[in-house]
């Protein structure tokens, strides 16, 4: 995908160089990181002769919307396990269960406490007994074949940039990113949750050392945002015309520039930051900030 250079009084004061890769523009509902993580998983799932992609996400997941448009788009039938039981009856007023219903997916809804149990074997064994055929993809995607995936993100002329730069989930996308830049590069990670526990999850998958975390720029954990974040989004989208989602892109790119301004990068120093897309989250958002009564994402 295109890289789009960013030009802003941040930026221009440190002389660096801002360039954002429009992996967002990728496909129109299998977006960004998404693409790049289904694509080996769906290839396998068909190989193995599954008609099912089972998957696992929250209310406003952008992996749940984009397994079920991948699905409707493969024709194989994709089911969704989603935290909450309360969501039962409100998939018509949640955009991002109402557009994968849409596209096919059936819903099982599980408790909090049921949905941590997600990884046990236990808990995969019995729902392997319920839903026959089914292809297992972890929550967020990430596992050796989304990984795969990421791998090519990355193209020749990427390598000419210093800092790679990228929102962290479940940390298959900063994985990817690893195992393909070049070792003089430095692959900075953003993440959008909170805790110390991504070291670990990249650490099974990334082959080189070349990398870091930058954890300060969470706003308070996984989906949360304040007045502050959504000033930012709305102001960035004016002066670059370019979207970013408040629980990944957002995050990393106030961070990119607090950094920027921060001193953190050297003079004539070039830096890629990751789209990975997630922008179908802005309206699931908009509607827990009018809850709220903060200022909507434009």
């Not at 969704?80 to 059936?106: C, Q």
């Not at 959008?192 to 070291?199: I, S």
């Not at 009018?290 to 994402?297: E, G, R, S, T």
Request: charged share 25%; with cysteine; proline share 3%.
């Amino acid at each position: 995908m295109h890289n789009q250079e960013i030009v802003l009084e941040e930026t221009k004061n440190a002389n660096v160089q801002l360039f954002i890769k429009r992996e967002d523009l990728i496909h129109p509902f299998i977006s960004g990181n998404k693409f790049r993580k289904l694509k080996y998983n769906i290839a396998e799932a068909k190989r193995l002769n599954h008609d099912t992609l089972l998957t696992f996400g929250g209310a406003y997941s952008n992996h749940i919307a984009a397994t079920a448009y991948a699905g409707f788009e493969n024709n194989l039938k994709t089911i969704g396990v989603i935290r909450g039981e309360e969501l039962l009856d409100k998939i018509e007023e949640n955009p991002t269960l109402s557009f994968a219903k849409k596209h096919g997916m059936s819903f099982k809804f599980v408790s909090r406490s049921d949905y941590r149990r997600k990884e046990e074997p236990a808990f995969i064994a019995s729902l392997k007994n319920t839903y026959h055929n089914s292809f297992i993809i972890p929550e967020g995607g990430t596992n050796e074949l989304a990984v795969k995936g990421c791998e090519e993100i990355l193209e020749k002329e990427d390598f000419d940039f210093d800092f790679i730069c990228v929102a962290v989930g479940t940390g298959g996308t900063i994985s990817g990113l690893i195992n393909c830049s070049q070792l003089r590069q430095q692959v900075l990670g953003f993440p959008a949750l909170k805790g110390n526990f991504l070291q670990t999850e990249i650490c099974k998958f990334a082959h080189q050392v070349n990398w870091n975390l930058h954890t300060d720029y969470h706003f308070g954990g996984y989906a949360k945002a304040d007045k502050e974040l959504v000033n930012f989004l709305n102001c960035f989208k004016e002066k670059t015309d370019i979207p970013l989602d408040p629980v990944y892109t957002g995050k990393m790119m106030f961070g990119i520039l607090d950094l920027i301004k921060k001193g953190y990068f050297k003079e004539n120093t070039k830096i890629l930051a990751i789209h990975t897309g997630g922008l179908q989250g802005i309206s699931g958002m908009n509607i827990r900030l009018k809850q709220k009564n903060l200022p909507l994402i434009k």
